[in-house]
Each structure stands twice: as structure tokens, then as C-alpha cells.
């Protein structure tokens, strides 16, 4: 399955680095455009400099996957993916936690193993000891957390 991550999935970075380590385990190949990665870039700059070096260097190694012929688009921007013009198109339009509750229904092991690796990743860029079910409510996941600490 080809998903293409709107921008507004890709720029929180647990979000992000959630939907990523699971496309890792092979449950879906992710798709963008040079057009969303310009748009995550820009956001950045709310970050400052770090965040803009750091979305730069994300970039060079995401810009490689462009899209196309994707069966779903992942985003929070229900508005401007109509899903009746999406279908017309052969395409779906899923939000990211009923997207990934989906692939963790399909594949818990993989889903699970991946949101550990983010969890420790989160723990140490943070210098906090996280939670999985909060870290993940925090990056708008919150189904996915709830199935992944019961």
C-alpha cells in the first residue's frame, strides 16, 4: 500500500517519526511531494534555527520518495480531501491515528516494535522519561496509544 503524509502529519515530530518507523517495518511504502516537503521546511522556522538545520537534513534524505499512485493520503486536514472526489480518484483519505490503529490491528508486533523504537528516541532527544500512552496523545495518536498499553 502507497500512503501519501500530507504535510501536516509529517511536521510533528513523533508523529512523524511514528509513521515513518512503521512504514520502516514494510506495512506501507510513504509518499510526498517536493511541494510537501517545502511546506514541512517552511513550518520549521517556527522552531528556529535547529529545527530548520534539522528538517534540512530530513529533507535531502526524504525529498528521494515523490508522489504517486497512492491508495490513501494520511492528514488532519479533512477540508481540502474530500473523500467523494478522493474515491473518484481511486484514492482514501485516513487521519494518522486511524490509519496507524489500522496497520497495528493488522501487524501488532511490528506497530509495537516501532512505537518503542520512537519512545526511546523521544525519551533521549527530550531528556524526559515518556510514557507511551501520553507521548502518543501528545502527537494526536491517542487510539494508538490506548491499544498499544493495553
Known amino acids: 500500500m502507497k500512503a501519501l503524509l500530507d504535510t501536516c502529519v509529517i511536521y510533528p515530530t ?9 512504514a520502516a517495518t514494510g ?11 517545502e511546506e514541512w521546511q517552511r513550518a520549521t522556522t517556527k ?3 535547529d529545527g530548520v538545520a534539522q528538517a534540512g537534513a ?10 504517486g499512485s497512492a491508495d490513501v493520503i494520511v492528514t488532519l486536514n479533512a477540508k481540502d480531501f474530500p473523500r467523494g472526489v ?3 480518484e481511486g484514492v482514501s483519505r485516513a487521519d494518522p491515528d486511524a ?3 489500522g496497520l497495528h490491528a493488522a501487524e501488532p508486533d511490528d506497530v509495537a516494535a516501532a512505537a518503542d523504537r520512537v519512545l ?7 531528556g524526559t522519561t515518556w510514557e507511551m500512552r501520553k507521548l502518543l496523545k501528545k ?3 491517542p487510539r494508538l496509544g490506548r491499544a498499544l498499553t493495553r
Open 120 to 126: 526511546a528516541r523521544a525519551t533521549e532527544i527530550s
Open 86 to 88: 478522493l474515491a473518484e
Open 27 to 37: 506495512a506501507f511504502t510513504p509518499l510526498w511531494s517536493a511541494r510537501i516537503i
Open 139 to 141: 502527537a494526536r495518536l
Open 47 to 49: 522552531l528556529g534555527p
Open 99 to 101: 490509519f496507524l490503529l
Open 58 to 67: 530530513e529533507a535531502v534524505l526524504l525529498a528521494a520518495a515523490v508522489a
Open 14 to 22: 513523533v508523529m512523524r517519526e511514528m509513521l515513518l518507523a512503521v
